[in-house]
């Protein structure tokens, strides 16, 4: 056994886990090109300032989860926590606003959050996130909206819900925090430790305790003091999700745990996850891009969580394509044997034949049984006498049927019988 460990809320993907994240991965990508976005990598280190700035000082991401560390010269890093706050600083600094407006977004990555780990929340987890920049129309979260509707119906999952909400502009929010705090107020000594910390730095993360439901469920709506540029917004956003036949219901719960929001936010809740349900979560961001010191430029985005979107898929039993699955495996003995198997797996891996070319000193039995757990299609047998004879033995390795075939035909016939296997 190893002395070391991963690292707790971490984890090793491997084995037939990574066919689930090939589907969501892939399926991903084809979504967001049909809606035009473009990949963007960024960093995974970024200083410390441009989170605690971007995503807010009172958060519980800034206050409690990042992963900060002094470089050698006593610069403050972060290990990202979340994508949108990094994609904000590439525009800004590569001025990709010159490319024209508006732009759109993906990224595909991990991200490190000290959460206290427990199912479907990890200390470092992968998000797949958009961002469109430049455009206040709500035609664009109506549209990312529908996307994620597509998306996840793509992946074949049905038992989930879409939740939309306002949180309005920042200046109209002020008067509803105003009332918020009048609520709350009698309730303050009893309320659980979060909320009374939270009483005081962020009054709106209130109602979406999960401890004290039954106060938040009394509590005034953010909808009713919705300035009327954000109820507008909102109109034209239901409209548009009407149009295009994306059912989600309203929320006025839905506040969101970063503090760059304001008009959209929205989520979507997968109904068989228990505690961590949300799969995907987002929204409007108008003040960011000018708050990181870039032209004023309003943006909207998403991030869904991959490793909660895989448990959902297991949820709903939905089977996933095997990727990679060997073609060939080429198992051999003799010297001889050896260098045509060699020239032969050349061969084979130029038609694009997976080919899976025996490595270990095994007898032919043995490497039959390793072509077994490798779960090949089929196996290629060379010993001295299929040398001799210029013939190969093929063997299916579903029915373990087996058939001599001349060396120049090898390819052929390997191509003809792969055939059977789709
Ligand atoms: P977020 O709601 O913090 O938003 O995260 C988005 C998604 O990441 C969540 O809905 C969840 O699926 C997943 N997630 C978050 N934390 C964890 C965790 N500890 N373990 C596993 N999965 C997790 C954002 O990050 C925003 N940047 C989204 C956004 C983009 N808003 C506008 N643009």
Known sequence: MSNYKRIKGTKDIFGDEINYWYYVENSAKNTLEKYGFKEIRTPIIESEELFSRG????????????????????????????????????????????????????????????????????????????????????????????????FFRSLKLTNFKIKINSIGTQKSREKYKKVLKEYYTPFLPNLCEDCQRRYNTNIMRLIDCKIDKEIASNAPSILDYLDNESKEHFEKLKKYLDILEVPYEIDPKIVRGLDYYSKTAFEVEHLDLGEQAVIAGGGRYDDLVEQLGGPKTPAVGFAMGIERIIEALKKEHIEVKKVSQIDVYIAYQGEQAELESIKLSKELRKN???????????????????????????????????????????????????????????????????????
């Open 352 to 422: 694009d034949i997976k080919t899976y070319l025996n490595l270990s000193k095994r007898n032919l039995g043995g490497q039959l049984k390793h072509a077994d757990r490798l779960n090949a299609k089929l196996s290629i047998i060379m010993g001295d006498e299929e040398v001799v004879n210029d013939v190969v033995t093929v063997r299916n390795m579903e029915t373990g049927e087996q058939t001599k075939v001349q060396r120049s035909w090898v390819i052929e016939v390997i191509l003809e019988k792969l055939q059977e296997f789709y």
């Open 55 to 150: 995503v807010g000082q009172e958060t519980d991401i800034v206050q409690k989860e990042m992963y900060t560390f002094e470089d050698k010269k006593g610069r403050l890093l972060t290990l990202r926590p979340e994508g949108t706050a990094s994609v904000v600083r590439a525009y800004i600094e590569n001025s990709l606003i010159n490319l024209g407006s508006p732009q759109k977004f993906f990224y595909i990555g991990p991200m490190f959050r000290y959460e206290k780990p427990q199912s479907g929340r990890y200390r470092e987890f992968y998000q797949i996130g958009a961002e469109i920049f430049g455009t206040d129309y709500p035609l664009a979260d109506a549209e990312l909206i529908h996307l994620l509707h597509e």
